[in-house]
C-alpha cells in the first residue's frame, strides 16, 4: 500500500537559518504530492503540491521538487523565520487510490528561535 | 477555510451515548473524507465517500459510520461513544485532479475537538 515517511521531529532552528524536511514515499501509482502546514490551534493549510515527476511547487518561500528517481519530495526554505513554527505535513494521493483519499507522514513540528 | 465548515468547533460527550459530527462544503467536489489526529499518529483516515450514498472505510474505521445523502454533507457518527475516541476530528473534500490539475488539492475544514468523558 501507499505510504510516507518523513523526519522526526522535533527541528529547532534559528532564525535566518536553512530548512531541509525530508519526506519519501511508496506508491503503487503516479502519486501527487503535498506539503500541509499546521499552525497552533489551527487546521492543515495546503502549502505547495507537485502533481507530476520533476514539478516544483512553491510558497511562502517554501520549496519540494518530485522526484521520481528517489521516490522523495524534500520541503526546503532558505531563511526560516519565527512565523514558520508550525508541524508540517508531507501527503500523497495515488491514482490507483479508488477514494482518491491522501495518505499522510506522521508529521514534523519545526520550531524557531529569534 | 472558504467552502468547508465543520460543526460543533468544541463538543463533550458522556461515554457510550452517540455524536454526530457535520461537514459541510459549498464546492461541489465529489470526495469527502473524515480524518482524525492524534499526538504520535498524524492524520488518520476513518471513512471517505466518493459520491452521495457512495463511502467506504478507511484506517481506523472501527467504532464509526458516516452518510451522505446529499454532495455537500458528509456526516460522521459514533454510535457509542468511547474514551479512545477523544481527539481532533478533520473533514476534508477534494475534486478531481483531471478535471483542473492546476487547481487540484485538498481543502480541510477547521477541525471537531471531541472529548469522550
Known amino acids: 500500500g501507499d505510504s510516507v515517511t518523513q523526519m522526526e521531529g522535533p527541528v529547532t532552528l534559528s532564525e535566518e537559518a536553512f530548512l531541509t524536511i525530508n519526506c519519501t514515499y511508496t506508491?503503487?501509482?503516479?502519486?501527487?504530492l503535498f506539503w500541509y502546514v499546521q499552525y497552533p490551534g489551527e487546521g492543515l493549510q495546503l502549502l505547495l503540491k507537485?502533481?507530476?515527476?520533476?514539478d516544483k511547487g512553491s510558497n511562502k518561500g517554501f520549496e519540494a521538487t518530485y522526484r521520481k528517481e528517489t521516490t522523495s519530495f524534500h520541503l526546503e526554505k532558505g531563511s526560516v523565520q519565527v512565523s514558520d513554527s508550525a508541524v508540517y505535513f508531507c501527503a500523497l494521493s495515488d491514482t490507483n487510490n479508488a477514494g482518491n483519499m491522501l495518505t499522510f507522514g506522521g508529521g514534523t513540528r519545526l520550531m524557531v528561535k529569534p | 477555510d472558504a467552502g468547508i465548515t465543520q460543526s460543533p468547533r468544541h463538543k463533550v460527550t458522556e461515554t457510550g451515548t452517540p455524536v454526530t459530527l457535520r461537514c459541510h462544503q459549498t464546492e461541489n467536489h465529489r470526495y469527502m473524507y473524515w480524518y482524525r489526529q492524534d499526538p504520535g499518529h498524524g492524520l488518520r483516515l476513518i471513512h471517505y465517500s466518493y459520491g452521495v450514498k457512495d463511502t467506504d472505510k478507511g484506517e481506523v474505521s472501527d467504532g464509526y459510520s458516516v452518510s451522505r445523502s446529499k454532495t455537500e454533507d458528509f456526516l460522521l457518527t459514533l454510535e457509542s461513544a468511547t474514551s479512545s475516541q477523544t481527539s481532533v476530528y478533520f473533514c476534508?473534500?477534494?475534486?478531481?485532479?483531471?478535471?483542473?490539475?492546476?487547481?487540484?488539492?485538498?481543502?480541510f475544514g477547521s477541525g471537531t475537538r471531541l472529548t469522550v468523558v
Open positions: 476534508a473534500i477534494s475534486g478531481e485532479v483531471y478535471r483542473s490539475p492546476s487547481n487540484y488539492g485538498y481543502t
Open positions: 506508491a503503487t501509482g503516479y502519486p501527487s
Open positions: 507537485a502533481t507530476k515527476a520533476d
